[in-house]
C-alpha cells in the first residue's frame, strides 16, 4: 500500500506564508506526478500546483507568483510554499502522487487525508 502524509496546515492572516509537506511511503517503485489539490466548503476540489518527476510544473492562474512546488525524489517528498496568502485560499489541502508499486504494472491516484489551511482577513 501507498500512503500520503501531508502536514504545515493551520491558521495565518492573510499576507502570510505557510509551508505545506507531503510524504510518501509504501511499496513504492516510482512516482511520476505528485500535486496539491485544495478543496473550500461549498466547492469542487480543484489542482492547485503539479510536479513531474522530471521537474515540469503547472499552477492554477490563481496562485501563480504565489505558491512554489518542488520535490525531492530521493525522499518521496513535496513541498508548497505559500506566499503572500489571501483569504480566499482558505481550504483543505490535499497531496495526490501518481505512483507504481514494486511489482505493480500501472501508475495508480493515491491521496492524502489533507490539511486544514485557514487565512483570515
Known amino acids: 500500500q501507498v500512503q500520503l502524509d501531508e502536514s504545515g496546515g493551520g491558521l495565518v492572516q492573510a499576507g502570510g506564508s505557510l509551508r505545506l509537506s507531503c510524504a510518501a511511503s509504501?511499496?513504492?517503485?516510482?512516482?511520476?506526478?505528485m500535486g496539491w489539490y485544495r478543496q473550500a466548503p461549498g466547492r469542487q476540489r480543484e489542482l492547485v500546483a503539479s510536479?513531474?518527476?522530471?521537474?515540469?510544473?503547472n499552477y492554477a492562474d490563481s496562485v501563480k507568483g504565489r505558491f512554489t512546488i518542488s520535490r525531492d525524489n530521493t525522499m518521496n517528498t513535496m513541498y508548497l510554499q505559500m506566499n503572500s496568502l489571501k483569504p480566499e485560499d482558505t481550504a483543505v489541502y490535499y497531496c495526490n502522487a501518481v505512483v507504481l508499486m514494486y511489482g505493480g504494472r500501472n501508475y495508480n491516484d493515491y491521496w492524502g487525508r489533507g490539511t486544514q489551511v485557514t487565512v483570515s482577513s
Open positions: 509504501g511499496s513504492i517503485f516510482s512516482i511520476s506526478e
Open positions: 510536479n513531474t518527476r522530471g521537474g515540469s510544473t
